[in-house]
Structure formats: C-alpha cells, structure tokens
C-alpha cells in the first residue's frame, strides 16, 4: 500500500476517534463493529464483480441466511417442537429432495415427448402433495408449543463463533444451487433472478416460523464466551478493581470491554478473508478470473470453462456473505427476518464497493468503513447542520420545519452524492484496482 492508501484509512479510524470524543465511545466502538461486518460484505461483493464481473444483487439473501444459521446452530434446541413435529419435518424434507432428484433424472434420462413429460408431471404433482401431507400437520404442532417464547425447533446448542463458519457453508450450498439455475443468464437477467431469488429466501425466513420463529424473531443468541456478558463483568471483583485503576465507571468499562472483544474477533475474521483474497487474486486463478472478466469470449476460446469458473467465484463471494452475515446477527444477539431489505442495504453495499475500488480487496474494505460510517453519522451530522443554518429563523417558520424534517433525507442524498463525486472524479474508486 502507498501513502495515499494509508493516509485514507487513517482518515477514516480518524472520523470513529471524532465519534468517540464528541459523542461516546461506546457509539464509536459499537461503529467500528459495524464497519467491520460491512467491510467482510464489501468483499464478499468485491469477489463475485470485482474478480469476475458478476452482477448478483441477491446479496441480502446470503447474509439473512448467515443470520438463519447463527439461529440453528447456536440456539438450544426446544425438545417439546422435536417431540410434536421434529421427526415428521425432516421426514417431509427428505421427501422434497427425493421428488426433485427424481423429477431431474426422469428429465435427463427419458427421450423428450409426452411419456417423458407425463411422468415429471406424476411425480412433481404427486410429491408435492404427498410433501404437504406430511409436512403440514408437523409444522402446526410445533408452531403451537409456546408460540410467545418459541414456536420452532430450535438449535443445536453450539457456541456461535461455529455459527460463523455454518453461516458460510449454507450460503455457499444455496449460491450453488442459485447458480447452477441462473449463471448462463446475460448480466442484466441474473441481476433480477438474484434480486428475486434474495426475496423468495428472505419471504422463506419470515413466513416458516418453524424454522427460526419468522418475523417473531429470535432474541438471546449467545455471545462467542461466557465472559462477554456486562452483567457478568460487572460482579467480577478482578475486573471492578481493574476498571477503577483506570478510573473508569464498571458499568461503563464493560459495555466498552465487550465491544472492544467483539471488534478483535471481527478483525481477526476479516483479516483472515482479506489474506486469501489478495492470494487468489494474485494466483493464476485470480488471473483467469480477471481474464473471463475482461474478455469473456476471449476466454472461452483458450478453452477456459466460464460458466465453471463463474460458479465458482459465486459461491465463494456467497460464503463471505453469509459469514458477515452470522456475525452480524452475532453481535446484535437478535435475529430479526423484517429487517433484510434486499434493494436498499444491497445498493449500500455495492456503492461501499464502487466507491473503494472495484477489483481491489483493500478497496473494498475502505470503502466498507467509509460508506458505514457515513451511513450512521450523516443523519445526526445534518440534524446538528440544519439546526444551525436555521437558528436565525422563527419558531413557527414553515420552512425552518420543513428543513428541519428533511435530516432523515441526509443519508441517501449523501450516498448520491458521494456516488456522483467518485465517479466523476475517480472512476475506478478511491483505492483503484492495479
């Protein structure tokens, strides 16, 4: 990195030092957090079109699935769901498989005509109706045990950095699968089958309230260690009289304290993530992955399977997605299915990757500080503007109210701008791609 590269990260640590001097550092280390997991997005974003030119906005499907698998794998399971429907879902599940492998090899083994389309009919017809015979009746009788605590099956009790890594393996089966169906579209068409396939997932999660409660959400994810708890800190002895040598309020020093564990741990993540992609990048992989982006049919007739590599370059951008994902569901201990908005946070993501340099991995995570930061601290930032152009104004001044109210607008006119600025200023984004 040159001094340019580094004088901008510093400008940006910088900004979350202001944040902690003029408005608390809980909110500026609760920010860096934040930064972090949009950062780990921003590359997974930067792998799928900054390596290979795909243009995938079903990016919000991968983190509510990273969010889903913290959910089914950190949270104790509730015995009562197993015992009322638990056996008889699994059961339904591996019905669904068995009909769709046997509807695909009727498809490929069969002559083409009206005996081979008759019996995908009986068999995806008939399967399905046997699926809902079986699967309707357990999913109401786990739904009915204690719907205001639980109401799903539950997890499996592990500790939540496993979370982690289960977040990235579900999000790479279903990008997989996504990306067997989709991947042959022209660039513009796999941008609306992703968008609508990020919808059917997130419409999935909130719908199946056997699955993870759906939009009655899940609270009280575990934390990665017993310690990370404030509660518990603050009737520790040790860290009370630790907290006093610095002078500091114990109530204080462990919100602090947590926040500071949890930014070491998304840090050691995202510097792992951020490690392999620059190898793979620099690899003769990352080459021919630059090359299929440049010059598709170029590729193809040096005898390079594109669609192959294009799979494959999906579902590791996917991984990288659903492990932000986990994480962040992690650090709010709160899975919330209504709040995946695919158009909006999608679009926050791809401007972070816009902005930082399309095709740099050090790009991305610039850009996924910077674009976060503002996001949170325009608003407040243009409230504390607007109060002072307006001072001189009357009370009861109707255009002093109307700018006033206008400061919830501050976040997405300063994203247009920023967009417009780079764009027009520094095309290839603030850290370009060599």
Not at 11 to 20: A, D, E, H, P
Request: aromatic share 12%; charged share 15%; proline share 4%.
């Amino acid at each position: 990195m040159n001094i340019r590269n580094i004088l901008l990260f510093a400008v940006v640590f910088g900004l979350l030092v202001v944040v902690g001097y003029i408005q608390s550092w809980s909110v500026a280390f609760q920010l860096l957090n934040l930064c972090l997991i949009s950062a780990v997005m921003a590359l997974g974003v930067n792998i799928q079109w900054g390596y290979a030119g795909l243009f995938s906005v079903g990016t919000m499907g991968f983190v509510a699935l990273g969010g889903l698998a913290t959910v089914i794998t950190s949270m104790p399971p509730v015995h009562e769901a197993w015992a009322a429907g638990g056996a008889r879902v699994v059961l339904a599940l591996l019905l669904a498989v068995v009909v769709i492998v046997a509807a695909s090899q009727i498809w490929k083994r069969m002559a083409p005509g009206r005996k081979r389309n008759l019996s995908m009919i009986v068999v995806l017809v008939g399967g399905f109706f046997l699926y809902r015979y079986v699967f309707d009746p357990a999913v109401d009788a786990i739904e009915r045990v204690n719907p205001a605590g639980t109401g799903y099956l539950g997890g499996m009790g592990l500790p939540v950095l496993v979370s982690w890594g289960v977040g990235g393996l579900l999000a790479a089966g279903v990008a997989w699968v996504i990306g067997k169906i989709s991947l042959g579209l022209r660039s513009d068409y796999l941008a609306i089958a992703t968008l609508g396939i990020a919808e059917i997932i997130i419409s999935v999660i909130k719908n199946e309230d056997w699955l993870a409660r759906g939009v009655k959400n899940v609270n009280g994810i575990p934390r990665p260690f017993s310690f990370m708890y404030e509660v518990n800190l603050q009737g520790d002895p040790w860290f009370v009289s630790w907290a006093a040598s610095f002078g500091l309020d114990p109530v204080q020093a462990s919100s602090w304290f947590v926040k500071l564990i949890y930014a070491a741990l998304f840090t050691v993540v995202l510097l792992i993530i951020l490690w392999m992609s620059e190898k793979a990048l620099r690899s003769p992989w990352g080459r021919m992955m630059r090359a299929i982006r440049d010059n598709e049919e170029a590729a193809e007739a040096m005898g390079k399977d594109v669609t192959r590599r294009h799979l494959q370059v999906f579902i590791l951008g996917s991984a990288v997605l659903g492990i932000a994902g986990a994480m962040m569901t992690s650090l709010d201990g709160l899975f919330t299915p209504g709040t995946y908005n695919p158009l909006r946070f999608t679009f926050l993501i791809w401007v972070m990757v816009v902005v930082g340099g399309s095709g740099n991995n050090w790009g991305a995570v610039l850009g996924g500080f910077l674009i976060w930061f503002l996001w949170v601290e325009v608003e407040p930032m243009g409230k504390h503007l607007l109060d002072f152009v307006t001072a001189w104004m009357a009370d009861d001044s109707g255009l002093k109210k109307h700018l006033l109210e206008s400061a919830a607008h501050m976040r997405l006119l300063t994203m247009g701008i920023i967009l417009l600025l780079v764009l027009r200023f520094s095309p290839k984004g603030l850290i370009p791609e060599k």
